[in-house]
């Protein structure tokens, strides 16, 4: 599953000590690397790297991929995602992919992501085309905040669409690994029977299991047996769901019918989820037309509404924003920033910029959607 | 071939039409960005790297007539690279598409005394925006050197071609401190402490490089270590010399235009390419040279597409040129020897009080 890391998650992880090296003031880190990488490529400062140990087909548009991380990798916690960089025509493509693997993995130096075909997908269709085991690729550190808490709640609910039962499965892994004691219940919602990722492990591990139970909700069979989440069938499916701390994750519209029941029923404290890109608000404020889009500020947990014809400069500038500048007129590069998501148009060349974790100039770039920025 | 018939004033409608000739020249090379330029910027990373661990390696085997000259020159010219072609060129954002956090605008720090932060500020922003432009382009002789009638004259710069020869030397610590805007201080028109604070990053930095080049490598090489300190003295003067020969034949060749802050006040984007047409100059020369000069040879075009990679100039110099010609505009291009010798004429002819109009060697 891809997701986009919301900056709200950076959690405070400690800085790898391969990027302390990198930086150290009385070393010339650049050229270190440069070197290290001459030698090994998996020894580079700048950029983790993971080595391609196996690659698994779950069904006919998803692949596991196992990886080997070199140096300056961190720990996961199941739950979380990882950065992957993919080279096409001189440009990194860059994604977040959830860790399907638990951390208590057969060997604790490997990881795995899962990732679907999307259809037109550079980075999904890359992975599934070109990559084969023994190849290398650039990985940034775990991430995400979608985290059991600590000890974890008895009694589960796990819900689950397509792809989003990556981090779930981590998850899963995680708690079974650790002997956990309380019911787990999954619902895997899946347009048919081919879909069904990790199916063969998940009924070995119900086997071995008795407190687990896994159920596959077929949303187009041909029959009557077809189901789709509704808050009646979720209580036939499972009646004491209320009880049960839930964990969630799959496209928008899914997850909004859930948050939505779970909201009515005042069950939000119980409900824990990941979503593929922005969070959208359960009850948006004010519907923004389409002359506005909604901006958020990372690291700094500001949100504010800049117009679609402002360049981003001016439209930050009137909420109260600084945002470092210079020229004002594409020149210069002072303004340059990080957008972590959404997509701008250079008001210059006319060039839009839609893919996540791309540097974007503020003063002649404005909103086509929502956006996420860090500078 | 230097076309210095004096351009012709150009409507509002022609500096659009300009403007949107040079726009679509650089959409077509935008459009066409990839593999190969990320091939370019790689190979010469991994050339100024070899060159250096060479030259480095070189400078150990002490004062050998044979070895010593080389290694001190192999470690100039990969300064030399690294400043020119991949330094200069990667914080201009040239490569940011690529985005590669090793090739990124405004993390990259290079090889020289200067940081990375006040270059974007006194070069990309002030020089680049305001080229040319009398009292906001810092660039204009460096506020030492008197290179055109409109700047006052005082009597120190009868001396200037002497402190020419100096500020060469020296030109990474003129690059350092240029954001500096050390007369304030002197003057007393502003406080010490913010010297004080504005120095602290630019004496880290300093401090850096010469701990690398004058301790660092020196003690290393044990009992060659006045071998190693002189070659690496040697190596950051040729640095020094070459790029500020090249950067004066930017801008000061005869018959570069200057302008005042009023021609340029609500300018359009046609006029900003004008000006950056006429306020810069070409450098005719071969590849070696284009590459060792970080593509400067081809002022003119970097100056109308900064942030586009630079081993394209080369390519996209015959389009401009015919555009510039066909909008009766100069493309001031000439080698070496005839640019750099018209700045030194400036210098010598502006070190005099008199006001005249720009020399003309024509």
Known sequence: ?375 | MSNLTASRELSPAELEALAAELDALRDSVLADLGERDARHIRRIIRIQRYTALAGRIGLFFGFNPLTWPLAALALGIAKILENMEIGHNVIHGQYDWMNDPRLNSQTYEWDIVGTSANWRKTHNFEHHTHTNILGLDGDLGYDITRITGAQRWNPLHRLQPLYNVLFALLFQWGVALQDLKLGRYVLGRRPWSELRAKLKPIGRKAGFQLFKDYVFFPVLAGPGFLAVLLGNLLANGLRNLWTYSIIHCGHFPAGVRIYSREECRNESRGHWYARQMNGSANIRCGRLMQLLSGHLSHQIEHHLFPDMPAHRYPEIAPQVREICLRYGQQYNSDSFVRQFGSVWAKFFHFARPTAQPELNPA
């Open chain 1, 1 to 375: 599953m891809t997701v986009v890391a919301s900056p709200a998650h950076t959690a405070a992880t400690a800085t790898p000590w391969t990027q302390r090296l990198l930086r150290h003031p009385w070393l010339d880190g650049p050229a270190l690397s440069f070197f290290l990488e001459e030698l090994n490529p998996m020894w580079s400062l700048v950029e983790s790297q993971a080595r391609v140990r196996a690659i698994h087909r779950e069904t006919h548009d998803t692949l596991s991929i196992e990886l080997v991380p070199g140096w300056g990798w961190p720990g996961f916690i199941a739950g979380q995602h990882v950065g992957v960089a993919v080279e096409i025509n001189g440009i990194s493509h860059r994604r977040r992919y959830s860790i399907s693997s638990g951390p208590q993995a057969r060997r604790r130096d490997t990881f795995t992501i899962t990732v679907k075909r999307e259809p037109g997908g550079k980075v999904s269709n890359w992975l599934h085309d070109q990559l084969r085991p023994g190849d290398r690729l650039r990985v940034a550190p775990p991430d995400g905040d979608f985290i059991l808490p600590q000890p974890a709640p008895r009694d589960l609910l796990m819900l689950a669409a397509g792809s989003g039962i990556t981090p779930l499965m981590a998850q899963l892994r995680a708690l079974l690994a650790s002997e956990h004691a309380g019911s787990i219940v999954l619902l895997h919602y899946l347009r048919s029977a081919e879909d069904r990722i990790f199916a063969g492990e998940l009924e070995s591990l119900q086997a071995r299991h008795p407190n687990l139970q896994v159920l596959w909700c077929l949303e187009s069979s041909r029959d009557q047996s077809a189901e789709r989440f509704s808050p009646a069938q979720i209580a036939v499916r499972v009646p004491d769901y209320a009880q049960r701390h839930t964990l969630l994750c799959g496209p928008a519209g899914f997850m909004a019918a859930i948050r939505q029941h779970w909201d009515e029923r005042q069950l939000n404290a119980r409900l824990q989820f990941e979503y593929f890109g922005q969070v959208p608000a359960l009850h948006p404020p004010t519907r923004h037309t389409d002359a506005h889009h909604p901006v958020e500020l990372a690291g700094r947990r500001r949100h504010l509404q800049v117009g679609a014809q402002q360049p981003l400069l001016v439209a930050l500038e009137a909420g109260g924003e600084s945002p470092p500048y210079g020229c004002r007129q594409g020149i210069c590069q002072s303004c340059k920033c990080r957008k972590r998501s959404g997509q701008v148009r250079n008001l210059i060349t006319g060039q839009v910029s839609r893919e996540p974790d791309e540097d974007i100039q503020l003063c002649i770039s404005a909103a086509e959607s929502a956006l996420v920025l860090d500078y």
